[in-house]
T-cell receptor, first 113, second 110 residues
């Protein structure tokens, strides 16, 4: 079974630039999550989708971060403009409805300089 | 706010010994708890979970204990192997939202 796919694996940008990350969840998984993991910390939930609807985006900095899942499958997370403190690994995870286990992708490591 | 946390940031274990990783939580409404393992450069990988109405669950070489009285859970790894070296996170689930603690880095000594 294919896992959660994310791209790119690495990205280096200058502050105030914009960046986008892509996630392809496991086929059939209705729930999709984006997490931010700062070095040395646990993942922090940014946004949770159920199909193409947002379930929770309370911790998403909406002045600069946006995310969409238009067809209820792939998702993109965008940062515009980026700040130095956005340097982190951005993890995408998906879960099959009715099950507890969430499967994570390898993440995108973002460095803002 | 309520959060999940781990007692120790690092743990060094001799190969073959048993490991115990501890976690304290504060949200009594959480309906289940999960342990994840994260190796360098990879995303977190599910190890085992336990529902709030249980106090013990066993898997292959791993056991999770839940003490709701003191809001504490632990992960026990039997016969620790070099491949067990990783960062371990406990997470609590509320309404299918996972909240993670800071993690414990486990280093296995040969």
């Amino acid at each position: 079974e294919a896992g959660v796919a994310q791209s790119p694996r690495y990205k280096i940008i200058e502050k105030r630039q914009s960046v986008a990350f892509w996630c392809n969840p496991i086929s059939g998984h209705a729930t999709l999550y984006w997490y931010q993991q700062i070095l040395g910390q646990g993942p922090k939930l940014l946004i949770q989708f159920q199909n193409n609807g947002v379930v929770d985006d309370s911790q998403l900095p909406k002045d600069r971060f946006s995310a969409e899942r238009l067809k209820g499958v792939d998702s993109t997370l965008k940062i515009q403009p980026a700040k130095l403190e956005d340097s982190a690994v951005y993890l995408c995870a998906s879960r099959l409805q009715g099950f507890t286990e969430a499967f994570f992708g390898q993440g995108t490591r973002l460095t803002v300089v | 706010g309520e959060s999940v946390g781990l007692h120790l940031p690092t743990l060094s274990v001799q190969e073959g010994d048993n490991s115990i990783i501890n976690c304290a939580y504060s949200n009594s409404a959480s309906d289940y708890f999960i342990w994840y393992k994260q190796e360098s450069g990879k995303g977190p990988q599910f190890i085992i979970d336990i529902r709030s109405n249980m106090d013990k669950r066993q898997g292959q070489r791993v056991t999770v204990l839940l003490n709701k009285t003191v809001k504490h859970l632990s992960l026990q790894i039997a016969a620790t192997q070099p491949g067990d070296s990783a960062v371990y996170f406990c997470a609590e689930n509320n309404d299918y939202k996972l909240s993670f603690g800071a993690g414990t880095t486990v280093t296995v000594r040969a």
